[in-house]
């Protein structure tokens, strides 16, 4: 892992709609190096999801700054936006958001259809990505013929197609069973090794050991960062 910093977030602050001044996320500042691991843990409705929004650009915060590659995205138009999201970073949501039209391979190579990759390119990428997420032979299928974890799958082969320098996941496990967890897990575990920077919602302790730093969220604030060390003492307590 490298110490140049990937993601900065300063005074990040996010209000609800509405007459009356209330904030769902409230003076956010971090900072993730590159080829670091972050997760993000804490109760529900607690701003879990809409910080990851926040992050990849698809909600605009009220006030603070986000710094991707030192790209500050309020000085970016939606175009310039979009543009760049496709190539900075990878999204994991916990909605599928798969197009019920396309086949699964369509789905997953949409990113790379925006940015005008070839046809042979895409092909491979997408078998490589279903071999490997256990899903070889559902290139041709519909959305509607896939279970809920074949779907979930398909979101991550969405989100790595484009092979994003960095990663955004909302609780990617979640809809998996043990085997086909344990498959996104040895996935993961490689992402790390290419040293892609993740930001991840997840309780899933086989992916919170492969974490660096550990941030509890709670009613809109970062109330604690936990390092490597602490992390690591206190799963072996566990």
Not at 62 to 88: P, T, V
Not at 159 to 166: D, E, Y
Request: glycine content about 6%; aromatic content about 4%; hydrophobic content about 35%.
């Amino acid at each position: 892992m490298g110490e140049v910093t990937h993601v900065e977030i300063e005074g990040l602050e996010r209000m609800r709609s509405g007459t009356i001044r209330t904030l769902d996320v409230k003076n956010i500042n971090l900072d993730v190096k590159r080829g670091e691991w972050l997760f993000i843990v804490g109760p529900s409705h607690s701003g879990k999801t809409l910080l990851l929004n926040l992050i990849g650009g698809f909600l605009r915060p009220s006030s603070g700054s986000i710094r991707i590659d030192g790209q500050d995205f309020a000085q970016m138009n939606e175009d310039q936006l979009a543009s760049f999201r496709r190539k900075a970073l990878g999204y994991i949501p916990q909605e599928y958001r798969l197009l019920c039209h396309l086949s699964v391979a369509e789905n997953i190579c949409l990113p790379m259809t925006f940015e005008s990759y070839s046809k042979e390119n895409c092909t491979r990428k997408v078998m490589q990505l279903l071999k490997e997420l256990g899903l070889e032979g559902k290139a041709d299928n519909l959305p509607s013929e896939l279970s809920e974890g074949e779907k979930q799958r398909v979101v991550i082969a969405r989100a790595l197609v484009n092979s994003p320098p960095l990663l955004l996941a909302d609780e990617p496990t979640s809809n998996l069973d043990l085997e086909t967890g344990a498959n996104v897990i040895r996935l993961f575990q490689k992402l790390k090794n290419q040293h892609v920077t993740l930001i991840c919602v997840s309780h899933d302790i086989r992916l919170i050991r492969l974490s660096h730093k550990i941030a509890r969220i709670e009613n809109g604030q970062i109330t604690r960062i936990d390092e490597q060390r602490e992390i690591v003492a206190n799963l072996r307590r566990s």
